[in-house]
Each structure stands twice: as C-alpha cells, then as structure tokens.
C-alpha cells in the first residue's frame, strides 16, 4: 500500500509559503510518499520544486474551497472535506499536515505505524475538564447545551481529551466511515459552539473511539504562534532565476522555525509585568535580523 503526504494549500501566499518550507523539510528527509498538495495554484510550488519527483497537485477551483466550509461556513470543515477527497482516490496511509509544520526527522516510522491501524494527531492537549483555558470554556459550554453532553453516538465529558489536529494520520479506505462520523460531530458540535477548534474536537473523539491516539509530534514541528516570519518567507520564496531546487532548500534551512517558535513562546509565558517591562525597555519579542538571507 502506498504512503501520501497531504497539504491543503490555498489563498494567501503566505500559507503557500509554508506550506513550500514544510515540504522541503520533508524532501530533506523523505519516506517514500507520494506529496499531494490539494491547491488554487500550483505554479506558486512548480516555480520552487520544479518537478521534484513525488510531488503531485490536485487542483481545487475556488469555488469548491468555499462549498467546502459548509452552511457553517467554518474554515477548519475543509480540511475533512479534503481528506475524504483523499481517501474516495487513494488507497494506503494518508499523513494530513498543516502548512506551519516543519519535519524534524522522516515520519517513516509514522507511516509504519499507520500501515499496522494506528492513527495519529500531533499533540495531546490535555483534558476538556482541567486542560488549557479554550478546553474548560469548551467544556462549560458542552455541559450547560441541550443535549450537548451526548452527541453523534457517543458522551463528550470533561474527561475527553483534546488533540492538536496539525497532523491526522489514517488508512484508505479503511477510515472513511470515521471521516464521515468527524464531519457529522464537528457540524453539531461548531453549532452548539462556533470556536476555531471543534473540528480536532471531532477528531479527537472519533479518533480515541477506535483506540489510543498516536502523537505526531516527535516527528513533526508544529508553529501555530509564529506568523511573524510571513515576510521572510515571501523573502525566501522569491522566484530568481536558475535557483536550483538545492539553492532553495540552503535557503530554507537558514531558518530554524522550531527555536524561534520556542523563544516566543517563552516570552510569552513570562508574568503580564514582567512582558511590560520587557516591551518598556524596548526589548519585546522580535524576530532576529537577516532572516532568510541564507546562502543561494
């Protein structure tokens, strides 16, 4: 059975962008898997890859990116509309990533793991109940709605767990009934209440029904907090003439995402006086200077 490797990339340049450093990342590291980069534009990544071996586009019109957010018109519905695309056309281990995803060792070892029934998201993010502060608002709300507690065959307590869904790993076909059941939970559940992560909700539910979920995140580097290099990656994706796909990759390496993402994390989790200070003395978080100037 074959390997795939998902992005949806769409829009703006800068998710195109990411989603460009991510798969070089993968390139530089690669497991075999056919990269199917679900786009309104694949000459933004033919202008980079070139015809890199492995990489293939599925062309979405615009149109159907819209169709895809559903009468909830929620972002995130999209992204299990493009798996289920996936899974009706190819058969074997799909890895879904996001586009702010960096590869930090080849997820063969996912793949393997994927191809004996495990199924995996990038990270636990703790329990509904006592997790972060999203998950209890998440939970409160859930318990206080009508019939919320049970939905779609199944109770949603402050026990369930939350997993970050900036990485689904599954089978095709084998896994498509539970797309079906992810979809269905995350139109009832963005309805009770319409927060930015009822679908990895969805997921993660579904998910756990079917055994322990898997985390990603030794493998994979996901910066959810870190827009802020938007404008350095349009720096390095700048098309020059005969960059090779070698060139393109020494630029890309000259940016080390996970320590940047990790020292703004750290800034932010100083005590609110201690960031004021800081931004006082004029020594608030920024991005280092001379990013993506790497060598060409």
Known sequence: MSNYLIYQA???????NE???????????PAGATVLVYTDNPGHFQAVLGDAAGVAYVFIEPAQWRAWRGEI???????????QHAAAHYTGQLLY?????????SPSAIFAMLAQGERFMHVGEGRLGDGNPLNR???RALQQASGGPALAGGTIGPDTRMYNAGVLGLRSPADAPRLAEVLALTEQLFRLYPKHV???LAFSIVW??????????????????????????AKIFTPQPGTTLADWQARATSLNVPALAEGKAHFR????????????????????????????
């Open 137 to 139: 608002k998440i939970n």
């Open 10 to 16: 769409y829009g703006s340049p800068n998710i195109l």
């Open 97 to 105: 990533v996001d586009t702010d995803t960096i590869f930090t060792q």
């Open 19 to 29: 989603a460009l450093l991510s798969i070089l990342s993968y390139l530089r590291q």
């Open 198 to 200: 009822m679908e990895q």
């Open 269 to 296: 989790a100083l005590p609110g006086w201690r960031r004021a200070v800081q931004r006082w003395l004029g020594r608030d978080w920024q991005l280092p200077p001379g990013l993506g100037s790497g060598p060409v």
């Open 73 to 83: 018109d929620f972002v995130h519905r999209v992204k299990i509309k493009v798996l």
């Open 208 to 233: 756990a029904r079917s055994g322990p979920v898997r985390e990603a995140a030794p493998w994979i580097y996901h910066y959810w907090n870190l827009k802020e290099i938007w404008p350095v990656l």
